[in-house]
């Protein structure tokens, strides 16, 4: 059990739609960062949210974006999406100061 | 800048068998290193860290791991493999540059013969 749950855990979605990933952490996780998974490879850093401000990017377009709120909770949203999008997102947690983080199980999406 | 190489994309083992799985690193900050293991449709499980303490980590499910700066190194290892043990595995480095994002290698995936 990592105290981060994801929603929903599969989502089909339609090219040039646009969609949003939730993720609640447990409290005490202020920092929240999420990856993408394509299939067959390791994740690849999106961003990471500190304390509700971005604090650090991947090389991901600004059509992906997201934001953090003050019940740990967090949302990735991702707009214009396109067939190269489809993988497994996750959304990590991580306490104050610390290097360790707990993962979520993931949500798949399919753009179609 | 970080990178990792995972040597070998695909590992195969007989049950009772040692368990190598190779990963170098690179990184222009002192590094944290971490592997992680995958489960089909799972999120990422942490097996086990370095964060600059003893450079012989040990995780859970008895595996462990050696980091060797001179090598850029840290190789998980396990002394007898169980058929549990077949999944995909990821090293990962992070290191203060304004956050601890990881950058993770492709995976290994091991599989273990009966």
């Known amino acids: 059990e990592t105290g981060v749950t994801q929603s929903p855990t599969h989502l089909i979605k339609t090219r040039g739609q646009q969609v949003t990933l939730r993720c609640s952490s447990q409290s005490g996780h202020n920092t929240v960062s999420w990856y993408q998974q394509a299939l067959g490879q390791g994740p690849q850093f999106i961003f990471q949210?500190?304390?509700?401000?971005?604090?650090g990017r991947g090389n991901f377009p600004p059509r992906f974006s997201g934001l953090q709120f003050p019940n740990y909770s967090s949302e990735l949203n991702v707009n214009a999406l396109e067939l190269d999008d489809s993988a497994l997102y996750l959304c990590?947690?991580?306490?104050?100061?610390?290097?360790?983080?707990?993962f979520g199980q993931g949500t798949r999406l399919t753009v179609v | 800048a970080q990178s990792v190489t995972q040597l070998g994309s695909h590992v195969s083992v007989s049950e009772g068998a040692l368990v190598l799985l190779r990963c170098n690193y690179s990184?222009?900050?002192?590094?944290?290193l971490f592997w992680y293991v995958q489960y089909p449709n799972q999120g990422l499980q942490l097996l086990l860290k370095y964060t600059s303490a003893a450079t012989l980590v040990k995780g859970i499910n008895g595996f462990e791991a050696e980091f060797k700066k001179s090598e850029t190194s840290f190789h998980l290892t396990k002394p007898s493999a169980h058929m549990s043990d077949a999944a995909e595995y990821f090293c990962a480095v992070s290191g203060w540059a304004g956050s601890y994002q990881l950058t993770f290698g492709k995976g290994t995936k091991l599989s273990v013969i009966p």
């Open positions: 990590a947690g991580q306490g104050e100061g610390s290097t360790e983080a707990f």
């Open positions: 949210y500190y304390r509700e401000e971005e604090n």
């Open positions: 990184s222009s900050v002192p590094p944290y």
